[in-house]
């Protein structure tokens, strides 16, 4: 066996396994989106509303989906706002008055980052297996 059906054969193997590990961290992500759903960023509006029924009477209120929401401000997300003012914050596209004040969490993309990153490793192995067969 030549170093070139050395070669050959580590790129073949790569190309596999990076396909497979691709393709589960893409199915990782497309079902992470189905079940979670799209976040859109909007701007949200912390204020002051005394006999509303928040702790502290502090509400948020967001645009989205045609409407205008209001929530009470839970306790937790008090901690992490800076007070009466805006805040970006992100709204379930399908469900727009679910309101999230931080940024969804980044295991889908980084999921979806990593299948990219796998899938085009084992475009790369498959290329240089081809180029490696036709030249041999």
Do not use: N
Not at 8 to 14: F, L, P, Q, T
Not at 16 to 43: E, H, K, M, Q, S
Not at 60 to 81: K, Y
Not at 87 to 113: C, D, K, V
């Amino acid at each position: 066996m030549s170093a070139w059906d050395t070669i050959g054969v580590i790129a073949e193997v790569i190309g596999w396994v990076g396909l497979g590990l691709g393709l589960v961290c893409l199915g990782l992500a497309l079902l992470i989106r189905l079940a979670d759903g799209r976040w859109l960023p909007t701007d949200a509006v912390i204020a002051d509303e005394p006999g509303a029924d928040a702790p502290g009477g502090i509400v948020v209120r967001w645009f989205a989906g045609g409407e205008f929401h209001v929530r009470p401000l839970s306790a937790a997300e008090r901690h992490h706002v800076d007070g009466p003012g805006e805040e970006q914050a992100y709204y379930r596209e399908r469900e727009p008055e679910h309101l999230r004040l931080h940024e969804p969490p980044a295991g889908r993309r980084i999921l979806r980052l990593l299948g990219f990153v796998f899938l085009g490793l084992a475009v790369v192995a498959g290329v240089i297996g081809i180029v490696l067969m036709l030249t041999a």
